[in-house]
């Protein structure tokens, strides 16, 4: 009968043993992926600023030419994204400029306006018989 008390302790004792271990090695894991989840991370950032091309303003001044739009629209185009980091959204990098100048291409007729923007300086409720020893 001690002899199944001593060996039931030793066998509780080797299971302590094991789970201590397994909780040393789950951290050593963890650890590890952590580890490397960074790094796939960097390494996927560093990817990313690959694919993204900026190209210069004379191209995209030919690519607008080429599909006969006006120069002005290149420059803007290039202004707009050369002032976010050619990023799409604010966050995403821009991975085929010439898909967002054709965006734009499309886009652009929505935001130009035939009218003539207004001039406020005729527009002032003032005479020019002012009178300054009337009281307001």
Request: proline share 4%.
């Amino acid at each position: 009968m001690r002899n199944e008390k001593k060996r039931e302790e030793i066998r509780k004792e080797k299971e302590r043993e094991d789970k201590h271990e397994n909780k040393n090695n789950d951290r050593v894991f963890s650890n590890i992926i952590c580890v490397l989840g960074e790094r796939g991370r960097e390494r996927e950032k560093e990817r990313e600023k690959e694919k993204a091309i900026v190209p210069t303003i004379e191209s995209v001044k030919t690519y607008f030419l080429e599909q006969n739009f006006p120069e002005l629209e290149a420059i803007k185009f290039f202004n707009y994204f050369s002032s976010n980091g050619w990023l799409v959204g604010g966050k995403t990098p821009m991975v085929n400029w010439q898909a967002a100048a054709q965006n734009w291409i499309l886009n652009a007729p929505k935001f130009i306006s035939n009218e003539q923007q207004p001039n406020r300086a005729k527009h002032l409720n003032t005479g020019t018989d002012k009178d300054y020893s009337e009281p307001l």
